[in-house]
């Protein structure tokens, strides 16, 4: 047990001697070595947030590297206020919020031409569907600070430090966005 709490340890350590490599390339103004570690070190947890956000794993895709360029663009301001981390989720939380905004907005509008989503034949799919669709359509009913307060915090991992920088809000205020949300969620699918 003790050789396992080390290596949780040893792993949280070389996380943070990462990001504070990633800091200082930074601070020297070293922009393709620091985005060439960014990708390196964030980019799968990145993607994780943008699926969860999109549902999709080409948009998710495409959503990391646009959160990698908007940083690297963004790099000459950034301040160290809060991790790299959270910084680049907080990047990744604006896009894919813009990103699905402009999405439902198209869908409403080709639902009005016509609706052809097809029907799975397999009852155990369509049952696996309908509870992700529920589960879609409870997050959508959120208000947008409180989506993207529970994603960050639940899908992506982050603490609620980091959600808190990431929203650019203190960190009570993200545990209150966390705790209605899910208060919400629970209510609207019927959980206890």
Same mark, same amino acid.
């Given at each position: 047990?003790a050789a396992? @709490? !080390?290596?949780?340890?040893s792993?949280?350590d070389?996380?943070a001697?990462?990001?504070r490599?990633i ?7 070293d $922009?393709?070595? =620091? @985005?060439?570690?960014?990708a ?8 994780r ?5 999109t549902?999709?794993?080409a948009?998710s895709e ?5 959160t990698?360029?908007? =940083?690297f663009?963004a $790099? ?8 790299? #981390? ?6 990744a939380? *604006?896009?894919?919020?813009?990103h699905t905004?402009?999405r439902a907005?198209?869908?409403? *509008?080709l ?8 029907r799975?034949?397999?009852?155990e799919l369509a049952a696996?569907?309908e #509870?992700a ?13 409180e989506?993207? =307060?529970?994603?960050? *915090?639940f899908?992506?991992?982050l603490? $609620?430090?980091?959600? !808190?920088? !990431? ?16 208060s919400?969620l ?7």
């Open positions: 047990m396992g @709490l !080390a290596l949780v340890g792993e949280g070389a996380r001697d990462e990001a490599a800091e200082g390339l930074i601070g020297t103004g $922009f393709r070595e =620091a @985005l060439s570690r960014c390196k070190a964030y980019a799968m947890p990145l993607g947030l943008c699926m969860a956000f549902g999709s794993q948009e495409e959503l990391v590297q646009e990698l360029l908007a =940083a663009d $790099f000459p301001q950034y301040r160290a206020e809060g991790s790299v #981390r959270a910084w680049l989720f907080g990047i939380r *604006r896009l894919c919020g813009r905004e402009l907005r198209r869908e409403a *509008r639902r009005l031409v016509h609706d052809t989503r097809p799975p034949d397999a009852s696996e569907r #509870r669709e529920r589960a879609r359509a409870a997050l959508s009913r959120l208000k947008p600070s989506r993207e =307060a529970v994603v960050l *915090r899908e992506a991992g603490s $609620f430090k980091e959600v !808190a920088i !990431a929203c650019g809000i203190d960190e009570a205020a993200a545990r209150k966005r966390v705790s209605r949300a899910l919400r629970r209510a609207d699918l019927g959980e206890e």
